[in-house]
Every structure is written in structure tokens, then in C-alpha cells.
């Protein structure tokens, strides 16, 4: 398979905007993926995210090795913790918290996965996590102990996401979280893609076709959607391929 990253700065370059599937592996059972991958597979989906804040032992890597035989899109690991680390998936999204302080999600954990990637021969991509102020308390708040962004100080979510992008990082990824009352706001995104010569992933809350299309013309480059196709695959029939 091509080298993910290389495979999104193609598609980016070519105005292609990309949609990631969000799979948690606390919330799937294996006996529901074949059935849910279909549904995928007929979609405009062009990869499987992989993880969730909190995902009990092995669980990440029986799970991807079941997804990987019900598809060929690839799947990429967007792990809350090392135990979610498995040589199964395609990709890593190696992942840095710059809209927190905690140092063990700025660069703590990232020095803990490194003795298990040594052994890997995984794709891993570095990419800048902004959590965005959404309405609610999400599980990456409560986990990391850390806050988010405020949706106001939009300034500071540029600059950040900027800082980022100077610090090597690959990728930028603006969260609203799980289950987000509002999407990260389109002029947030706007402004935020600016500024950037790298791609822009923007998640959570998107619940419906029209707030996708909407991530996309304020210019992110992925949307990644999860709790809305766990809680109603029907949405799955809006994003069927022509």
C-alpha cells in the first residue's frame, strides 16, 4: 500500500476532500463489523480511524485485524494510549495534546511508544491535536485533565495549530470530541486552514450531511465523523458513492 501520508498530500493537492470512519473498540463488536465495513465500503469513506479514549487490553488489535480483512481502505490507529498501539493497521496517527498542558500527553506518552514502534513496521505520522471547545465535557477532557480551547479565542487556536505546523508536525487535527454538541465552528476551521501549508482534519459533532459539507467548503481537507454512524448507520445512506 502507498505510503499513507504521501497518499492524503496527493489527494489534498488535488482538491479531493477525504471522510474517516471513526471505529472505537470499546463501542464495536466484532460480530457487528462485517455488516457495519459493508457500509463503509459503499460509502465515500477514504479511511478507517481506529481508537477511543479509553479501550480495554488487545482490544485495538483483534479489532483492526478483523476491519482489515473486510476492506481495502486503509485503517490508521488514532489511539488514546500506547495499549492501543498494533503492528495490524496501516498507519499511526502519533498524536501530541498542544491545546493542553499536561506534559504526559504533550510528550510523555509519546516517549513511552517509542520501545513498541522500534518493533513495528508501522507508517507514523505526527500530527498536532487541538480539543475545541464544544458544550459538554468530553472523554478526552476527563482522561488528558486537561481543558479545551476556547471556540472564542480563535487567535489562540490559530496560533497554536500554526505552532504546530512549525514544529514538524504533519498533520493538524481540530476536535470537538465524541459526541460534541456543536462541531468545531466553520470560521474556526476558516482561519485555522489560512494559515496552514500541511493538511487540516477536523472532527466531532458532525452529525449530518450538510455540517460535512460545510467542514469542507471552510476548508478542511478530512472530516473524521464517529458517534453519528454509531448511532444512526441510515446516515451512511447519505454518503453513499454515486
Same mark, same amino acid.
Given at each position: 500500500?502507498?505510503?499513507?501520508?504521501?497518499?492524503?498530500?496527493?489527494?489534498?493537492?488535488?482538491?479531493?476532500?477525504?471522510?474517516?470512519?471513526?471505529?472505537? %473498540?470499546?463501542?464495536?463488536?466484532?460480530?457487528?463489523?462485517?455488516?457495519?465495513?459493508? !457500509?463503509?465500503?459503499?460509502?465515500?469513506?477514504?479511511?478507517?480511524?481506529?481508537?477511543?479514549?479509553? @479501550?480495554?487490553?488487545?482490544?485495538?488489535?483483534?479489532?483492526?485485524?478483523?476491519?482489515?480483512?473486510?476492506t481495502k481502505l486503509p485503517v490508521v490507529l488514532f489511539p488514546g494510549d500506547v495499549t492501543q498501539i498494533t503492528g495490524e493497521a496501516d498507519a499511526l496517527l502519533f498524536l501530541s495534546l498542544l491545546s493542553g498542558?499536561?506534559?504526559?500527553?504533550?510528550?510523555?506518552?509519546? @516517549?513511552?511508544? @517509542?520501545?513498541?514502534?522500534?518493533?513495528?513496521?508501522?507508517?507514523?505520522?505526527?500530527?498536532?491535536?487541538?480539543?475545541?471547545?464544544?458544550?459538554?465535557?468530553?472523554?478526552?477532557?476527563?482522561?488528558?485533565?486537561? !481543558?479545551?480551547? %476556547?471556540?472564542?479565542?480563535?487567535?489562540?487556536?490559530?496560533?497554536?495549530?500554526?505552532?504546530?505546523?512549525?514544529?514538524?508536525?504533519?498533520?493538524?487535527?481540530?476536535?470537538?470530541?465524541?459526541?460534541?454538541?456543536?462541531? @468545531?465552528?466553520?470560521?474556526?476551521?476558516?482561519?485555522?486552514?489560512?494559515?496552514?501549508?500541511?493538511p487540516l482534519i477536523v472532527g466531532g459533532g458532525v452529525k449530518s450531511k450538510q455540517q460535512l459539507e460545510n467542514a469542507y467548503s471552510s476548508g478542511a481537507d478530512m472530516v473524521v465523523i464517529g458517534t453519528a454512524?454509531?448511532?444512526?448507520?441510515?446516515?451512511?445512506?447519505?454518503?453513499?458513492? %454515486?
Amino acid at each position: 500500500m502507498e505510503g499513507i501520508y504521501s497518499n492524503i498530500q496527493g489527494l489534498v493537492q488535488k482538491k479531493e476532500k477525504l471522510l474517516a470512519v471513526l471505529i472505537d %473498540p470499546d463501542k464495536m463488536l466484532l460480530e457487528k463489523v462485517t455488516g457495519f465495513v459493508e !457500509k463503509i465500503n459503499r460509502s465515500v469513506a477514504t479511511h478507517i480511524f481506529v481508537g477511543g479514549s479509553t @479501550v480495554d487490553l488487545y482490544k485495538t488489535e483483534v479489532l483492526v485485524a478483523k476491519i482489515k480483512a473486510e476492506t481495502k481502505l486503509p485503517v490508521v490507529l488514532f489511539p488514546g494510549d500506547v495499549t492501543q498501539i498494533t503492528g495490524e493497521a496501516d498507519a499511526l496517527l502519533f498524536l501530541s495534546l498542544l491545546s493542553g498542558r499536561n506534559p504526559d500527553y504533550l510528550i510523555t506518552k509519546q @516517549v513511552q511508544a @517509542v520501545a513498541k514502534l522500534r518493533k513495528l513496521s508501522l507508517e507514523v505520522i505526527s500530527t498536532g491535536y487541538l480539543l475545541i471547545e464544544n458544550g459538554k465535557e468530553t472523554a478526552v477532557q476527563k482522561v488528558t485533565q486537561t !481543558k479545551p480551547m %476556547p471556540w472564542a479565542d480563535v487567535q489562540n487556536i490559530v496560533d497554536t495549530a500554526k505552532a504546530g505546523e512549525l514544529l514538524g508536525m504533519k498533520l493538524i487535527y481540530l476536535e470537538a470530541g465524541s459526541g460534541a454538541i456543536h462541531p @468545531v465552528s466553520d470560521y474556526i476551521i476558516k482561519r485555522v486552514k489560512n494559515e496552514l501549508e500541511i493538511p487540516l482534519i477536523v472532527g466531532g459533532g458532525v452529525k449530518s450531511k450538510q455540517q460535512l459539507e460545510n467542514a469542507y467548503s471552510s476548508g478542511a481537507d478530512m472530516v473524521v465523523i464517529g458517534t453519528a454512524f454509531e448511532n444512526n448507520e441510515s446516515f451512511f445512506d447519505d454518503l453513499k458513492k %454515486p
